[in-house]
């Protein structure tokens, strides 16, 4: 059985949705996998949304192990690193206590759902682990409501969710696999129109994230991102894609890809949940 190793930080109700969905699709014998342990970055009694989470995943049955990120630095009075600086000591070290809580699973697979911290190259390279981002290849850094502003900002045709391969260096690891979606045309372009009567910047002062534009955008995205993970773990399972010994992303023949396309996939799986 193909193993998976789930990290999350469990704050909310995108990292139970994700591991709630995944769970229920290995459950139904639609992903021929199994969860073999599920970290988080946070002990009970800290958020009650983790709290939910963690109860969660004791419901299903999965292996859990916990160590509070926020404690242990605490621990050690440091600060957290700004994205972009150079990784701490401690937080090599914090790293290093996490796989030895691992040390006993051998994961074909790892995930990152809802992970909010930036790994060190040694845990890294330990797992490949890969992570969602909410753009397409190419598309923009940054958290989702970045992403979505800066596609709004540049006039953008097309959007779309990847996994890619998570390196010390933030959302700059290869594509693993994507999906795309156009955000002009049909329900899109009455939206864009608004956008361009008034300045971006006017519409970000007086709407926000509001904006029907902004709302639609990211409503064809978060229909996407379940399906993408779940797809992902499918492609892998089934040797269609792999990563090498360098890290690199192979196809099922072993020749080096520049990411796995999976809209058709995602597309008839997003048809599907609509009719």
């Not at 930080?9 to 995944?22: K, M, N």
């Not at 009075?77 to 030895?100: C, F, H, K, N």
């Not at 926000?208 to 409503?219: A, D, Q, V, W, Y």
Request: glycine letters at 10%; proline letters at 7%; one cysteine or more.
């Amino acid at each position: 059985m193909y193993r998976v190793g789930w990290f999350s930080t469990g704050r909310g109700e995108g990292s139970r949705g994700l591991l709630q969905a995944t769970q229920q699709a290995i459950t139904s014998g639609d992903l021929q996998a199994r969860i073999e342990f599920v970290f988080c970055s946070r002990e009970r009694g800290e958020t009650e949304a983790t709290d939910r989470y963690l109860n969660m995943v004791e419901s299903y049955g999965i292996p859990l192990a916990c160590f509070s990120y926020q404690r242990y630095r605490r621990s050690k009075g440091e600060r957290t690193p700004p994205p972009g600086s150079p990784i701490p000591q401690w937080r090599l070290d914090y790293d290093r206590e996490v796989m030895a809580r691992l040390k006993d699973f051998r994961p074909d697979l790892c995930i990152l759902a809802g992970y909010l911290l930036i790994l060190g190259p040694e845990m890294a390279a330990t797992y490949n682990p890969i992570n969602l981002h909410p753009a397409a290849p190419g598309g923009p850094a940054g958290i989702w409501q970045d992403v979505i502003w800066t596609l709004i900002e540049t006039g953008a045709d097309t959007s779309g969710a990847m996994m890619h391969l998570a390196i010390p260096e933030l959302d700059e690891g290869p594509v693993v696999t994507y999906c795309t979606f156009p955000i002009r045309g049909g329900e899109f372009d009455k939206h864009w129109r608004d956008i361009q009567r008034r300045s971006v910047e006017a519409v970000r002062n007086a709407e926000g994230e509001k904006h029907s534009l902004f709302k639609l955008i990211r409503h064809h995205g978060v229909i996407r991102e379940v399906p993408l993970v779940i797809a992902t773990v499918r492609a892998f399972s089934q040797k269609r894609i792999r990563i090498g010994p360098n890290r690199e992303i192979l196809d099922g023949e072993g020749r080096p890809i520049p990411g796995y396309d999976l809209t058709e996939e995602i597309d008839r799986v997003v048809a599907q949940s609509e009719t």
